[in-house]
């Protein structure tokens, strides 16, 4: 079979494929962070921009690490295919708007791109630990082994924030006006989270910096959505035999895609609005998108991610076959999650029954295990936010503190039936200290909370808190995670 690439795209067995309008744009977004979400959302979204109005917004891709996206993309002439599938459909879109792959280490290469003035936008995913920051109280980690080097060898940054520091200040003083950074992560209010850490280094850098990106740069919220899994040999397979092509980049995901973006850009912006796609809206206040997808989405998927994966469940669909964890799911959004979102004009009811129809997607393998990584990171925005407001708010919460004993458990690495789990977070070595550590169920707990880039000190010294969790932590001990969710539904 032939592998994709533009001699090859017109045999391509594709229903969306670049245009000639495509063809002849040119470089205006820089991406840090080229991972397969990125590939599913914005860029297939300026991929249809490109191809229904036009514009140079072609992106130069960003990547840190992991799956070398530069040495499949390159031989396809950086061409790959979104899967979009429910259940038994698939429809297959070949995606044109990416320009080239760099990888980090070649800050060069990237830095030549950020400080040209044909870039207006410089958006990320670089998920939740690519901030180097406190997740408890928001502040850049100065200690953070990358930023430590980005302070002294800020020509050759490693962090996404060195390299924005970095070309912000080329831009400054080389009078090129400045692009808009755009923040596409999972964090609460994650324009503001990336302020602040691009403030909190800039201020250890160059205090007149500092004051001049106060006043001269901005940084939209966004809140983004698509469930994007990690690609299985088995969704490449799938793709190949429809699009009678070899695609070692492709990707696949599910028809929901969702875009919320604060429109306050320094730069020229591409409309991205414009195209046939719905759902992509800029608007003056994101924060309660972000709150709604942050607790409800990102929120069950962690639980279902810790208490699935502790019940034996691989994947997401799995785990919602098993009538009862749906029933759960359901609960927490409905009881548990529900009373602390304040959305208007949004039929809450509609969205909750489309996150069940989407998890219960069986065309993606969305595995249990790749949601439990980075579990620190994540946690704070995902539940904590809203057992606090449960806790000011008298909001009876209980299904929450199972799915937080459960990532307890799971962050010990061993799972119910004594093998091995591989666990992945920057955090991992303190979990694993505060486990061997302590062996009471009590001090197990106030070693995890005393735990300060999660849970700040107000949670932490909550009372009825510790003892909730206490009780969460000893049903999972005596049950397991599968019984502990089957019994909690039949007495809820
Ligand atoms: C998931 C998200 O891996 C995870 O932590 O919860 O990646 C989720 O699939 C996306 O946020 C959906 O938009």
Redesign the pocket.
């Known amino acids: 079979m032939n592998l994709l690439s533009n001699q090859n795209i017109a045999q391509a067995n594709a229903k969306i494929k670049p245009n000639t309008q495509i063809q002849a744009s040119t470089v205006g977004i820089v991406h840090l962070g080229f991972g397969a979400?990125h590939r599913a959302h914005q860029a297939l979204i300026t991929d249809t921009l490109m191809r229904e109005i036009g514009g140079n917004w072609k992106i130069v891709g960003v990547n840190w690490g992991g799956i070398d996206v530069k040495s499949q993309l390159s031989p396809q002439d950086n061409l790959y295919t979104v899967g979009v599938g429910y259940n038994e459909d698939l429809t297959l879109h070949v995606v044109g708007s990416v320009d080239r792959i760099i990888n980090s280490d070649e800050s060069d290469e990237v830095l030549k791109y950020m400080h040209s003035s044909d870039v207006k936008v410089v958006s990320l995913t670089i998920t939740e630990k690519g901030y180097c920051h406190n997740p408890a109280n928001g502040h850049l980690n100065l200690e953070h082994p990358f930023i430590v080097h980005d302070l002294a060898n800020l020509d050759k940054p490693k962090s996404a924030i060195g390299f924005l520091i970095n070309a912000i200040q080329y831009r400054r003083n080389n009078n090129i006006a400045p692009f808009t950074p755009l923040t596409c992560d999972?964090l609460p209010e994650n324009g503001h989270v990336l302020e602040q850490v691009v403030l909190d280094f800039a201020e250890a850098y160059d205090p007149e910096l500092h004051t001049w990106i106060k006043a001269n740069i901005k940084f939209p919220c966004t809140m983004?959505?698509?469930?994007?899994?990690r690609t299985t040999d088995d969704d490449v397979k799938k793709i190949e035999q429809v699009l009678g092509l070899v695609d070692h980049a492709c990707v696949m995901t599910e028809p929901f895609l969702q875009w919320v973006i604060e429109d306050k850009f320094i730069n020229e912006r591409p409309a991205w609005d414009q195209t046939s796609i719905s759902n992509i809206v800029f608007t003056d206040n994101v924060v309660p998108f972000e709150e709604m997808?942050l607790r409800l989405?990102?929120g069950t998927?962690?639980a279902i991610?810790y208490l699935g994966y502790l019940s034996g469940y691989q994947t997401v669909s799995e785990t919602m076959n098993d009538d009862k964890f749906k029933t759960f799911v359901r609960y927490l959004m409905d009881t548990e999650i529900s009373p602390s979102i304040h959305i208007e004009g949004i039929d809450l009811g509609a969205y909750k029954d489309s996150l069940i129809e989407r998890y219960e997607n069986a065309a993606l393998q969305?595995r249990t295990w790749?949601?439990a990584?980075?579990g620190s990171q994540?946690i704070p925005q995902r539940w904590l936010e809203t057992i606090q407001y449960g806790l000011d708010n008298n909001v009876q919460i209980k299904g929450l503190y199972l799915a937080l004993a459960a990532w307890i458990k799971y962050a010990s690495g061993i799972d119910e039936q004594g093998n091995d789990i591989d666990v992945q977070d920057p955090l991992k070595e303190t979990f694993t200290d505060i486990w061997a550590n302590n062996k009471e169920s009590e001090s197990l707990i106030n070693a995890f909370l005393s735990i300060e880039q999660m849970f700040n000190k107000k949670i932490a010294a909550n009372e009825t808190f510790k003892s909730n969790l206490l009780s969460a932590l000893n049903t999972l001990n005596e049950h397991g995670a599968k019984e502990s969710v089957h019994q909690f539904v039949m007495n809820k």
């Open positions: 979400f999972n983004v959505d698509r469930i994007v899994p997808k989405l990102n998927h962690s991610a969305h790749q949601i990584m980075d994540k």
